[in-house]
Nanobody, 130 residues
Framework: QVQLVESGGGLVQAGDSLRLSCTGSGRTFSNYAMGWFRQAPGKEREFVAACNWSGGSTDYADSVKGRFTISRDNTKNTVYLQMNSLKPEDTAVYYC???????????????????????WGKGTLVTVSS
């Protein structure tokens, strides 16, 4: 069982930066590929970024490539999402997700149904004003 807790959301202006954190409980955090997803009001949850168990392989949605960076520190059971050059369309609740397996690729996390993810956090709200 893994519990995920996101933090770092808030209200910022367009062009600003934010860093989200997601900390997992348990001693097996490094066994999981980790991903960030977001859900805007009235829209479906969508993939943002993911990394494999080590953080050595990453993948991003086209809408955030070049602006967002996912990283992880397995010694701290934490995955991060550095968000730069934020835009109003980035406004959403951001969720982290965990998918078990050393062979789970970030690309796979980007296409698998969200209902298939092993664990989800409760989300953190990011609001970007214009």
């Amino acid at each position: 069982q893994v519990q995920l807790v996101e933090s770092g959301g808030g209200l910022v202006q367009a062009g600003d930066s934010l860093r989200l954190s997601c900390t997992g409980s348990g001693r097996t955090f490094s066994n999981y590929a980790m991903g960030w997803f977001r859900q805007a009001p009235g829209k479906e949850r969508e993939f943002v970024a993911a990394c494999n168990w080590s953080g050595g392989s990453t993948d991003y949605a086209d809408s955030v490539k070049g602006r967002f960076t996912i990283s992880r520190d397995n010694t701290k059971n934490t995955v991060y999402l550095q968000m730069n050059s934020l835009k109003p369309e980035d406004t959403a609740v951001y969720y982290c997700a965990a998918e078990r397996g050393f062979l789970t690729t970030p690309q796979a996390m980007g296409v698998m149904p969200t209902s298939d993810m092993d664990y989800w956090g409760k989300g953190t709200l990011v609001t970007v004003s214009s």
